[in-house]
């Protein structure tokens, strides 16, 4: 079996099919236009520059299509990039499809929607239970395909979905070590503060941002899903504001997007527990990347640091 993009080293060549996850057009120093490609594999992306790029280039290589391409691995600032010396797109003969180079969650969906059905199960507050499960059920199809972002932490196939798991087990374990926390809200939160993110987001493959996630954002939209499931479930009380709050404010703060700051104890935990499953995610899969002793690449979404792998870790 070929090993993953991801895992060849600076110097290696490298002969395989890849998919154009995104195509970015700049142009150079000596006025030419180049292509800046993100390609990427099941284990993840790499980045690639098509010099020299032609009107043909420019319509043959785009987000969603699959090309071969023979180069070389090497490291520009720090960050590992595919020199290309040939490229060209898949024929039809070619013994691939775009589903073989998609990146998934590490848990199936079933195991993720029995999951996440069991909490939902647990609340015992009727109204948040049932503007939870409508939720969940208006959007089940996206929400355990879509990614949770385009780009830093779980931007694969049902990355939603796990972030949301994940982020649950998470809420469980630090609701037991202070029980004055109320599990219903908190667990609602953890569910419905990224749901937005099905009408945010433009799909599973090659995501990018739709018209209302460019307008408005994932945190509008599912305030304002909230207020329309109240509605329709003929729900009125402080419930509705609450949940309301415990999505505004998830991000923590103004600068970060945030439009209102935590001000109810279990929006502060969903704010802790949602930057820590997305730091962890981003982290373990940067360290996946490189072998003992060694140091990962710049991350910028932590502060641009790099982290070192310790050569006695065991994972």
């Known amino acids: 079996m070929a090993k993953g993009i991801i895992h060849y080293e600076v110097g290696e ?4 099919y890849l998919l154009i996850k995104s195509v970015t057009k700049g142009i150079a120093s000596n006025g030419k236009p180049f292509l800046t490609l993100i390609l990427q594999d099941k284990t993840g992306e790499i980045e690639a ?7 043909e280039d420019e319509s043959v ?12 691995i090497s490291n520009y600032r720090g960050r590992t990039q595919l020199k290309i010396r040939n490229i060209r797109p898949v024929h039809q003969n070619d013994p691939v499809r775009v589903t073989d180079f998609l990146e998934v969650a590490p848990l199936k969906r079933d195991e993720m929607m029995e999951k996440i059905t069991q909490y939902i199960f647990k609340m015992k507050n009727p109204n948040i239970q049932r503007i939870t499960r ?9 929400f355990f395909d879509y990614p949770a972002a385009t780009k830093n932490h779980h931007e694969f196939i049902s990355g939603l979905a796990y972030h949301v798991v994940s982020m649950l087990d998470l809420a469980k374990a630090i609701a037991n070590l202070y029980p004055s926390l109320d599990k219903d809200l908190l667990y609602a939160g953890v569910i419905l503060h990224d749901l937005g993110k099905v009408i945010e987001l433009s799909g599973p493959v090659s995501t990018s941002y739709t018209l209302e996630g460019n307008l408005l954002g994932h945190i509008s939209i599912m305030v304002s899903e909230i207020s ?3 509605e329709h479930l003929g729900i009125t009380g402080e419930e509705v504001v609450v949940l309301q709050h415990m999505v505004l404010s998830h991000h923590g703060k103004a600068e970060w997007g945030s439009p209102k700051p935590p001000m109810i104890k279990e929006a502060e935990i969903l704010h802790y527990i949602d930057n820590l499953d997305a730091k962890m995610n981003m982290m373990d899969r940067a360290l996946e990347k490189v072998k003992p ?6 991350i910028f979404a932590l502060d641009n640091r790099s982290f070192y792998k310790p050569t006695f870790s065991q994972s």
């Open 13 to 16: 060549q490298v002969d395989v």
């Open 49 to 55: 520059k098509l010099w020299d790029a032609s009107p």
């Open 61 to 72: 290589y785009v987000p969603e299509s699959i090309v071969k391409v023979f180069g070389d």
């Open 134 to 142: 409508h939720l969940l059920k208006k959007y089940e199809q996206r």
């Open 228 to 230: 329309k499931a109240a």
């Open 293 to 298: 002793g060694e140091f990962t690449e710049r």
